[in-house]
């Protein structure tokens, strides 16, 4: 196992859930807000640098900035703004060793690249995943009546699909996963749409109705049927929106036992702190995938133990690797060092202590960081 860094270096990744960077010059706090999940600022005299996440910028993205590793923050923020930000992001992007990223366009999509800018940037191949929640809210902005939402919507989803290799639903936000899983009838969608509509007025919209958000699941899941797309769900670790006890990925299970029943694959995502609820479901269901995606940016390193947990139950066949880097090419940069520095510590135990062979060790990383991901996206 002594090789393996070598052949996991040269091994490019699938990155099957991530967003695009931002393009301004970033001040300190600008900077650090997009190293939060959280919409509020650390406590006076601290700093978000000060936590796992900062630790790993410091120590692996500083080098790559022409700094010392472990650097100190004044000094890495202070190199970045003389960098600039197209730099930093042509460098940080450059040394992921990803060639095909997956892109969730639907959030905050004004603020970051999207397919085209990034792929541009980045210099590698793109394709688009839809937000679907994102898509009922254009709907709604456009200034749809009640009873035309549901034939807008899905001429929407339709025409979007068209070019996209999947779909994903923040259903946890909005809602929590425990909520009704049927399909609602037409005349639920069109009551509700009459009432988010009116209550929304002028306003953004922000779609949180239930109703709704099933209405747009299913609506979603006959596309993917049709043409054998997945669909994403966010689990578990997010902003203050999220009810956690509620995000358990385990409470959508008459859901993902329809879309079994319709050969249509679901991903969870993230999944801290479910991350053995979202392996035992992979274990189960034969549509079921999961990652631990932007978790081990967040707990540097700790990291290890994230991904360990991951491969405890779960089929090896059923992991993905993503980064959910959202804004800081750093976030693209750390998900791909640190899922292969993990992976790789957990597999050489493995082969030392006999529990697998060096081939077996390789089949492994190669089938979650890209194999898998060809099986269940689009991607030829």
Not at 205 to 220: E, K, Q, S
Not at 269 to 288: C, D, G, K, S, T
Not at 315 to 336: I, M, N, R
Request: proline residues 5%.
């Amino acid at each position: 196992m002594h090789q393996r860094a070598d052949f996991t270096s040269e091994l490019p990744l699938i990155d099957h859930h991530c967003h695009g960077v931002v393009t301004r010059e970033l001040e300190r706090d600008s900077l650090e807000g997009l190293m939060s999940e959280s919409y509020r600022p650390p406590p006076a005299g601290t700093s978000h640098f000060q936590k796992p996440l900062g630790l790993a910028i410091r120590r692996h993205c500083a080098p790559i900035l022409g700094l010392e590793p472990l650097a100190p923050t004044e000094a890495y923020v202070e190199r970045r703004r003389q960098l600039g930000t197209a730099e930093v992001n042509r460098r940080l992007l450059a040394a992921t060793s990803v060639d095909l990223h997956l892109l969730d366009t639907g959030h905050r999509s004004a603020e970051i690249t999207g397919v085209g800018e990034f792929a541009g940037i980045s210099t590698h191949r793109v394709r688009e995943v839809v937000r679907i929640e994102a898509v009922a809210e254009e709907v709604a902005a456009s200034g749809v009546e009640a009873s035309q939402f549901a034939t807008r919507f899905a001429e929407a989803l339709q025409r979007r699909g068209e070019t996209a290799v999947g779909f994903k639903s923040i259903v946890a936000y909005r809602t929590t996963f425990r909520i009704e899983q049927s399909a609602p009838s037409a005349a639920e969608v069109v009551s509700a749409a009459g009432r988010w509509l009116g209550a929304i007025g002028s306003a953004r919209p922000r779609i949180d109705c239930p109703v709704l958000i099933r209405h747009g699941l299913w609506t979603a899941a006959q596309i993917c049927r049709e043409r054998r797309l997945p669909i994403q769900l966010h689990v578990g670790f997010g902003d203050p929106d999220v009810y956690m006890h509620a995000c358990d990925p385990t409470h959508f299970t008459d859901f993902v036992r329809a879309m079994e029943s319709w050969e249509v694959p679901i991903t969870l995502l993230h999944n801290y702190p479910f991350i053995r609820e979202a392996a035992w479901m992979a274990e189960v269901f034969q549509n079921v995938y999961y990652d631990v995606g932007v978790i081990v940016n967040f707990t540097g390193p700790s990291g290890e133990r994230m991904v360990r947990e991951a491969l405890e139950v779960g089929p090896f066949t059923k992991q993905v690797y993503s980064s959910d880097a959202f804004g800081l090419a750093e976030l693209h940069y750390l998900g791909a060092l640190l899922f292969r520095r993990h992976l790789c510590a957990v597999l050489d135990g493995w082969i030392r202590a006999g529990d697998c062979t060096a081939r077996d060790a390789e089949t492994i990383f190669s089938g979650i960081a890209r194999d898998n991901a060809l099986r269940i996206y689009p991607l030829g």
